[in-house]
């Protein structure tokens, strides 16, 4: 059961929240080249924008190290140039694995967070939400700190 709306009134339009939503939607249509179905993981393009900024826990456990599609494995070495692993925290928050993922994600946001927006204020809200999806790649890294499985999306935010 998804839920379609709440009956929680606001006082304050959400601009903070439909600006997230839209950054997450521009993010995954222009930054990520998304499709309305999942990227395909012979796609070598999809390949090599899903390692460069999704969050790869295994690279934060061990820095310098970086991992990257090498055919059908995953190599995990030094000195590759890809973005700083400080930089895949935030960028992982805003790319998602297909259109179901964003929309789920996107309609769970609109209902819920721009309650949460008008309780906290724009400026605390935004930093709880980057917060949040800090906690949830540190949640991640707790569970298995060795993974080298591309994490991505905006629901731990």
Known sequence: ????????????????????????????????HGTISLGSPNDPAYLSNLFRY???????????VQCIPEGSAIACVKGPNLPPTSETVFTAMFMHGGLLHLGGNMLFLWIFGNNVEDA????????????????????????????????????GA
């Open 120 to 155: 906290m204020g724009r400026v605390r809200y935004l930093a709880f939400y980057l917060l949040g999806g800090c906690a949830a790649l540190a949640g991640q890294i707790l569970i298995d700190p060795s993974s080298t499985v591309p994490t991505l999306g905006a629901s």
């Open 54 to 64: 999704a969050f790869i826990p295994y690279e934060l456990t061990h820095p310098g």
């Open 1 to 32: 059961m998804f839920p379609l709306k709440d009956n929680i009134p606001t006082e304050r339009f959400p601009y903070v929240t439909v600006g997230l939503i839209v950054v997450n939607v521009l993010a995954y249509f222009l930054f990520q």
